[in-house]
């Protein structure tokens, strides 16, 4: 009986430190897109997550984990919603590399625009000390990744995921969420004809 007991405190112990982790990033969120990582103190982190000092550092090691860490969530969605958009393509009978590219390209795309202001934190420079190296790494395994649909074509590759990180940062950074979306698709149009 008391193995029930133990288990079952240890369980909600387990769920409200998960709550508070995501009221931390929730919080931390809301901090950075309006204050901007610099001027984001924890302190008000932790007041908008209804939070304890303590509990933040129990969870992350401070203000740029807490940035690394919506990073990371951000990418891992992005990185979800293009598998699945190249996996529908070729459950559609698309094998051409360009179309799965396009395809992907446009769920990238989507996504940016879904989280728009989550997707503009990360570029606007407002960082955590070496994030530009993460950035950076992150471009080149986005260029990997594309190659392997492009087999031999690196110079298109090197082409294609320049000219679409440019798409992005356009993307994301407009003031204008319809015009963000032409931009968006007239760039997908332009990058198909340019390659074909």
């Known amino acids: 009986m008391r193995g029930d007991t133990e288990r079952t ?3 909600r112990t387990s769920e409200r430190g998960a709550a508070t982790r995501v009221a931390l990033l929730d919080a931390a969120r809301e901090t950075f897109v309006t204050s901007g990582f610099a001027e984001a103190g924890v302190t008000e982190v932790v007041a908008r997550a209804g939070a304890s000092v303590g509990s ?12 690394l860490t919506l990073f990371e969530e951000f990418q891992h969605r992005q990185t979800q919603r293009t598998k699945q958009a190249v996996q529908n393509a070729r459950a559609a009978g698309d094998n051409d590399p360009m179309p799965l590219f396009l395809a992907g390209a446009r769920a990238y795309l989507e996504g940016c625009l879904a989280e728009r202001d989550l997707a503009a934190l990360f570029l606007r420079g407002d960082a955590p000390p070496g994030f ?30 320049g000219a679409l990180a440019a798409v992005v940062q356009e993307v994301t950074l407009s003031e204008d ?12 149009r332009i990058i198909a004809r340019t390659t074909s």
């Open 132 to 161: 530009e190296v993460i950035m950076r790494d992150r471009l080149r395994q986005w260029a990997r990744r594309t190659a392997a649909l492009f087999e031999h074509e690196d110079t298109l590759v090197i082409v294609v995921t």
């Open 9 to 11: 405190a240890t369980a």
């Open 56 to 67: 933040l550092y129990h969870h992350f090691s401070g203000k740029a984990d807490l940035y």
């Open 177 to 188: 969420p319809e015009e963000a979306r032409r931009t968006a698709e007239d760039a997908l």
